[in-house]
């Protein structure tokens, strides 16, 4: 079933919520047959030129969205935090905010939410892509019964560009070999410039332009950073577009890396929170909570909610490790500045190619709460998610080795600041990311903007709303009935409700009555004002694993009950009072469990607690390089740093070699081989706070060389030593011992290189000499698992 229409069907959207258009059920729209009859010959042949015809309404709005990284309400300004945000501001100014939106709890869960309208479990991302499993509602996939708003859209003749980060890729599907169909590019967005995985580096960044790798245009030293390319790269979109296409209209998505860790800014953006949190997070939370009362953002009545008895009061800290607490805060806030800039400088640009008027400019401030996977603060994030324990003092002797505080946000290091300070980023509320039961992990701040239809409004609107109400929101205001079939797929149906009406009539009815929540055990529903929850197994700021998690079943958890309408931000639990009430919310959430494929109940811990061995690794057990290889994405890499294996190299070495044979990760955390005038040098990267280096002891001579390094677990567990020895023509040049393995993985979005060290350098010792290429050839490199 498809359609057609003329000029005046379809010449004005009229008001805020337009007209449906006609056609649409079964997407794409077939092509406009000819309209020329073609005979024998041109003389008797009718020439006649085909018109497609209009698919939009004349004025449709251009529409972007905005979506920042792992930051709650606490942060910005504009809500009553410390965090200066000036775009947030101009965009709540001029336009409405939302203060009961709700996101998942997690990242990849949310994009998928987000850009579908469905949810995230009934779409297969009910864990981030990287541990995804076999069960239907974690299987890290998209299912094409669920196509994206960029998909509908372009088909009905809007431009569509994806900016920054994507986390909604198999992880084993991000080589440059794809295949492409779950990148960007394959799921309706024609233009992707960003990074497919979770995290990234803010100055040297894995990235993709659409199916291709690409490096940073720019290194640190001249002046890089990730949240500047990206802004500068839609602007340069948007500019082409003006110049190529200006009678379209655009979608534009554009995704920050900021504020997930690393948290990585520029000294002079950190230091201008010098001294601003030597209070510690309690007391900042006091004043945050004060000043969003005063701006209105929360009503008068709302609670402070107590600090969980398992997270530390700032008190706790002792007094010589607060210097370090403090400025891992003061760099959270300049990266956090930062990025909004860079979006105001995206606002300032469609203003001046005349798109502002006519844009619907959506600003989501975190796709989950702050999160506190620092733990207790750290050089290296990805410490804490490989379960190797650490102490504040290790931290901090590893980062005087490397120059101090003011190395904090460089490129030398990976940082998070402290549980606490996420905690706070999400006053009054508890709980953080990952708990999909508190409205600290998942509450957010949404700000719309369009100047043409929205007349602004200081006083935020307090509709309960979802991430998946948002492409039933832009369908209403382009007039799109949700299709029944795109490429021949019958579609599910929208989960999310429009709120369309609510942009101009705040007392407009918007959302939905019922919205479940739920990652890794962490469990809510929401119905008709009512919250019941269950905070789940794992504890986002504790560093291990739970005791008795693996015995762990959702049976045994005790649920709380909140009345939301009364208690905005669950300060009262009702439980035990109300069992009637929490028995029933409790069968409606295992009914939209049920329904939305979220069973089994902590599905998403199979892969990182249950079954760690299933995680995703390459279906191969050896590889064989013919000559230099970069970029390949460190989840779909041989795995040189916890794996029994023999990496061989044959190469052709001048005098005095010098450069990289391979390297695994980056500065933060990784393996890496290489020569230094002529020595084999070898180096363990354990994320900065122990590195095992090995050197041989004399020079290898110049010409054809057969090198060895085999790596060998001393104990087969996780986290075990290992013996390494360094072999060039079958003869033991070098061996040691490394002390601490990584049992996960070194990075999230760093790769292996052969011949150079394109990413972050592993080792300090060529980091000024980086990428340090390898000054001679390579030939072949073999990687088998032994």
């Known amino acids: ?226 949240s500047e390319d990206l802004a500068d790269d839609a602007i340069g979109w948007l500019r082409n577009h003006k110049a190529l296409q200006a009678d379209k209209p655009f979608f534009m998505y554009w995704a920050s890396g900021c504020l997930h860790g690393p948290h990585h800014v520029m000294k002079e953006w950190a230091d201008r929170y010098a001294g601003r949190f030597d209070d510690g997070w309690d007391t900042y939370r006091q004043r945050v909570f004060q000043r969003a009362k005063d701006k209105r953002w929360i009503p008068k009545d709302c609670e402070l909610t107590e600090r969980d008895p398992s997270m530390a009061a700032w008190d706790e800290i002792p007094e010589d490790e607060k210097p370090f607490q403090r400025r891992l805060m003061e760099v959270a806030a300049g990266f956090g500045e930062h990025c909004d800039v860079q979006v105001g400088r995206i606002v300032d640009e469609l203003g001046r190619l005349g798109y502002g008027e006519n844009t619907l400019f959506l600003y989501i401030w975190g796709d989950n709460g702050s999160s506190a996977e620092g733990q207790n603060g750290t050089i290296a994030e990805l410490l804490a998610q490989n379960g190797i324990p650490g102490t504040t003092r290790m931290h901090n002797d590893a980062l005087n080795e490397l120059g101090g505080l003011d190395v904090l946000g460089s490129p030398k290091v990976d940082n998070q600041y402290h549980s606490g300070w996420g905690w706070a980023g999400s006053t009054p509320y508890k709980g953080t990311k990952l708990l999909a039961s508190h409205l600290g992990g998942t509450r957010n701040p949404l700000a719309i903007r369009w100047p043409k239809k929205v007349i602004p409004d200081s006083v935020p609107r307090d509709h309960f709303l979802h991430v998946n109400d948002i492409v039933p929101t832009i369908y209403d205001v382009v007039g799109i009935e949700p299709p029944l079939q795109v490429h021949g797929i019958t579609q599910i149906p929208i989960a999310g409700a429009s709120f369309a009406r609510t942009l101009e009539d705040r007392s407009a009815s918007g959302g939905k009555k019922t919205q479940y929540f739920e990652i890794m055990g962490s469990r809510a529903i929401y119905h008709d004002g009512w919250m019941a ?89 050896q590889w064989d390089f013919p000559g230099a290889i970069t970029r390949m994405p460190e989840f779909c890499a ?122 972050s350098p592993v080792s300090l010792d060529y980091y000024d000499k980086a990428p340090f290429p390898f000054d001679g050839h390579i030939d072949r490199v073999r990687v088998a698992y032994t």
């Open 533 to 621: 929850s269950v905070f789940g197994p794992r504890v986002p700021w504790l560093a291990g694993l739970p005791e008795g998690i693996k015995e762990w079943t959702p049976d045994n958890d005790r649920w709380e009950l909140y009345h939301l309408d009364r208690d905005w931000s669950q300060a009262h639990d009702l439980a035990e009072e109300m069992p009637e009430k929490l028995a029933q919310m409790r069968e409606l959430f295992a009914i939209e469990a049920a329904r939305n494929s979220a069973l089994p109940i902590g599905g998403g811990l199979w892969v990182p607690i249950f079954h760690p061995e299933l995680r995703i690794t390459p279906p191969y057990r």
């Open 1 to 226: 079933m498809t359609g057609s229409a003329t000029n005046s069907d379809i010449s004005s959207s009229g008001g805020l919520i337009a007209a449906k258009l006609p056609g649409g059920a079964t997407l794409p729209f077939p092509p406009t047959p000819s309209a020329s009859i073609a005979g024998r010959t041109l003389q008797e042949s009718t020439y006649a030129q085909r018109v497609t015809p209009p698919r939009l309404h004349e004025d449709s709005p251009n529409i972007v969205i905005v979506l920042i990284d792992d930051a709650g309400p606490g942060l910005p300004t504009t809500f009553g935090g410390e965090v200066n945000t000036p775009t947030m501001d101009r965009v709540c100014a001029e336009g409405v905010s939302y203060n009961r939106f709700h996101t998942t709890a997690m990242c990849s869960p949310t994009r998928a939410s987000l850009l579908s309208g469905r949810n995230h479990h009934e779409i297969g991302n009910g864990q981030i892509a990287e541990l995804a499993n076999d069960w239907d509602g974690y299987a890290g996939r998209i299912p094409r019964t669920s196509a994206l708003v960029a998909e509908v859209l372009k088909d009905y003749g809007y431009s569509t560009g994806a900016w920054g980060k994507w986390h909604n890729t198999p992880a084993e599907e991000t080589t440059a070999a794809g295949p492409f169909e779950d990148w960007p590019t394959g799921l309706g967005f024609e233009y992707f410039y960003g990074f497919l995985s979770g995290e990234a580096s803010q100055y040297e960044p894995h990235l993709v332009r659409n199916t291709t790798v690409v490096l940073p245009p720019k290194t640190p030293e001249e002046g890089y950073h990730l």
């Open 638 to 759: 041989p795995k040189l740093g916890n794996t029994n294996n023999i990496v061989t190299i044959d190469a052709e070495l001048p005098v005095d070699a010098n450069g990289v044979l391979y390297a695994l990760g980056g500065a933060a955390g990784g393996v890496t081989c290489y020569l230094d005038d002529g020595y084999l040098c070898y180096e363990y990267n354990l994320f900065i706070i122990s590195r095992t280096k090995i050197r041989s002891e004399v020079k290898l001579a110049a010409g054809p060389a057969t090198i060895t390094v085999e790596t060998t677990y001393v104990e087969e567990r996780p986290a075990g030593p290992l013996d390494i020895t360094i072999r060039v023509a079958d003869e033991i040049a070098a061996k040691g011992t490394v002390p601490i393995s990584a049992p996960l993985l070194f990075t999230a979005n760093d790769c292996l290189d052969v011949g150079i060290c394109l990413g």
